[in-house]
């Protein structure tokens, strides 16, 4: 149902709000700019779709922050590696538009593989030290995809804000770091985990999870709460980490990648709590390989350590 220069993606629901898609550099630079013309504010939310209530967060905060909000999807293939799920990632770009409009949001920059690398393109962002640590270590070539995709949708976008999740918080630093280096006009809004109700953190590749493996999943929330809560109490943070992921094997969890306390701001590893720290994660259930992160809140009491 293309119709022009976009279509609306009708949702299916009382108000029946709609949200216009746009597929081209030059589309999305033309609404921006009518934006501009009526004197909006403009915020971007990068997505790969399979929009959650994590997602939809990060619209919501930027609904709030700016006067015109555009969710971008690209399912960035630059940031899977040769050996990862980039044809199984989950698409549904109907349901995501349906639930974006439900929001409220303006519009969908939704463009194709063509739009965004087009024949002849190489040039690539790369951010080191901070970009090669951690995920970077696991996962070769994936920061480097992820600020190139990002530099470009905020040049093709141009917004005054754009939001990303601390649940990445890894990628949230890269892309804060890329945009002072770079000087790329706009503010970076970070945006709380959004939490099951047993404290999964909310993630597309949750769907990978069987039951058994999602009953398992919480455990990872839990340990490293529990490391980042004995860490502020003065713990050693090595040895508080170490311990944590012998209780993450403990609960099924097949392998950890890192589990380790680090630097709020350099991602540099920390021995006590003293200066703003994070506990950060990676571990395997099954196929599926969850992340997630917490701050160490300075000044909290030693918990006591669970068996
Ligand atoms: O966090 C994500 O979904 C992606 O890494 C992003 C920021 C949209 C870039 O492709």
Not at 85 to 114: H, I, K, M, V, W
Not at 246 to 268: H, I, N, S, W
């Amino acid at each position: 149902m293309i119709s022009g220069a976009w279509y609306k993606a009708t949702v299916a629901g009382p108000d029946d709000r709609s949200i216009d898609t746009v597929r081209t550099v030059a589309e999305v630079r033309a609404r921006v700019g009518a934006w501009r013309a009526a004197g909006d504010t403009v915020g971007l939310v990068p997505t790969m779709g399979a929009l959650h209530e994590g997602h939809l967060s990060l619209v919501r905060l930027s609904l709030a922050r700016a006067g015109r909000t555009c969710v971008s999807l690209f399912v960035n293939p630059t940031q899977f590696g040769p050996d990862e799920d980039l044809r199984a990632y989950p698409r549904d770009e109907a349901a995501d538009a349906a639930r974006l409009a439900a929001l409220g949001a303006d519009l969908l920059f939704a463009p194709g593989t063509g739009e965004m690398y087009p024949p002849g393109d190489v040039t690539e962002v790369s951010v080191p030290g901070l970009g090669d640590c951690l995920e970077g270590e696991h996962r070769p070539g994936f920061f480097t995809g992820v600020a190139t995709v990002v530099a470009k949708l905020l040049m093709q976008v141009r917004p005054d804000i754009a939001v990303f999740g601390e649940k990445d918080y890894q990628q949230l630093l890269v892309i804060k770091r890329m945009v002072k280096d770079l000087d790329i006009p706009v503010r970076i809004e970070a945006a709380p985990t959004v939490r099951e109700a047993d404290g999964l953190a909310m993630a597309s590749r949750n769907a990978y999870l069987s039951a058994a493996e999602r009953a398992a999943a919480p455990a990872l929330f839990r340990t490293i709460s529990a490391v980042a809560g004995q860490v502020a109490g003065g713990a050693d943070a090595g040895e508080t980490a170490a311990w944590g992921e012998g209780l993450l094997l403990k609960a099924g969890f097949a392998r950890v990648d890192y589990l380790t306390v680090r630097d709020a701001e350099t991602l540099e590893p920390v021995d006590r709590a003293g200066r703003p720290a994070r506990v950060l994660a990676a571990a395997w259930l099954g196929e599926a390989r969850l992340i997630d992160n917490v701050a160490v809140q300075a000044g909290a009491r030693k918990g006591h350590r669970p068996a």
